[in-house]
């Protein structure tokens, strides 16, 4: 099984945004140099405490302090854009790093209302109104138009457009989602497929969505093989305390974004000490149950259960981890784990 890493440029305590790019290099050139598949960057509007809010800028400039990984964006929220502007952007990526681009799309706004009205270019509240997420399937149809250079016939455009720069070969797009719709898009239009455990824990949901896209590819009869690529909170030490340990800062700013609150972590000495009651710690266990927590030997077999009943890929880990020594070396540990898968 191959591994990648989504980054959501988490910030620290006493971190400045400066310091947290600083350190989203830093790790994406660690993960270059150990042979990990990909890096992607994340998209997340309005945070005090993700300071990712342009990933494909930040793509770019990975694109160019590493040799040989794929950097892509987990992903670029579409309905916000124009898909025209999108593939322009991710074409000339791809001209700069030929064969090394994803492009990954989603239909999640990133963020609260308001940042979703000013990037739609709305200037008041009485210009939110119903949000376009429905119209995601039609937005990534022209986007995969624009990248092919064939739109359909029956658009008002087609065979009177020229894309540029034209490029020898196209971004790798991807479908990011958390159920059937988002499956079902990738399935019909050939596409490689993500699923975000990490937004969606229900695994068995995740099996059933995953299944529902394979059997999907299959039946439209598309060349190739599917792919999929899960994404999950990942810690992996040298023990299973440890990895508990490291995990605690993260586990922090997760019972804080159940609360509406998205915060900068703590170092795992001072997390969680707001979790006192009973049914609190019951809600920390039950998180940290569905993540991937321990030794490489406790992850493998929690990756063996998972691959067991569903068709997964890759795992692509989500590991904000308060020392990057220790982030480092969890995916170190994470791909000797999957290794075996």
């Not at 099984?1 to 910030?11: A, G, N, R």
């Not at 305590?13 to 990990?36: C, K, N, S, W, Y």
């Not at 994340?42 to 794929?70: C, D, K, Q, W």
């Not at 894309?163 to 971004?171: G, I, K, L, Q």
């Amino acid at each position: 099984m191959k591994v990648s890493v989504l980054d959501q440029t988490q910030l620290m305590e006493g971190m400045t945004p400066e310091d947290g790019f600083a350190r989203t290099v830093e790790i994406a050139r660690h993960a270059d140099q150990v042979g990990l598949e990909r890096y992607w960057l994340s998209e997340h509007h309005g945070s005090a405490a993700l300071a990712g809010s342009a990933p494909e800028i930040l793509a770019a400039y990975l694109l160019a302090r590493t040799e040989r990984i794929r950097i892509g964006t987990g992903g670029v929220m579409l309905t916000h854009y124009a898909p025209f502007k999108v593939a322009e952007s991710f074409r000339v990526m791809s001209a700069l790093a030929p064969g090394r681009v994803d492009l990954g799309i989603g239909k999640a706004p990133g963020g609260t209302h308001l940042p979703t009205i000013l990037l739609a270019g709305g200037r008041s509240l009485e210009d939110w109104g119903p949000r376009k997420t429905d119209r995601f399937p039609e937005m990534a149809g022209e986007l995969l138009g624009y990248l092919a250079d064939g739109l359909p016939p029956e658009h008002p455009f087609s065979g009177h457009l020229q894309v540029s720069p034209t490029v020898r070969e196209a971004p790798d797009v991807w479908i990011l989602g958390t159920g059937p719709s988002s499956a079902q898009l990738a399935a019909e239009h050939g596409l490689s497929y993500a699923f975000a455990h990490f937004i969606n824990s229900d695994e068995e949901e995740m099996a059933e969505t995953l299944g529902l896209y394979t059997d999907g590819w299959r039946a439209a009869g598309h060349a190739g093989k599917p792919r999929t690529i899960v994404a999950m909170r990942a810690f992996v030490a040298g023990t299973d305390d440890e990895a508990d340990w490291i995990a605690r800062s993260a586990l922090h700013g997760q019972f804080w974004t159940h609360r509406g609150r998205q915060v900068k972590l703590p170092p795992p000495e001072e997390a969680l000490t707001d979790v006192q009651t009973e049914k609190e710690r019951d809600e920390i266990e039950m998180i940290r149950r569905s993540w991937l927590i321990g030794s490489a030997d406790t992850v493998q077999k929690r990756l063996d259960a998972l691959t067991e009943h569903a068709p997964i890929d890759e795992v692509m880990a989500v590991s904000p981890i308060f020392d990057s020594a220790k982030q480092k070396r969890s995916l170190e540990l994470l791909k000797e784990a999957a290794a075996g898968i």
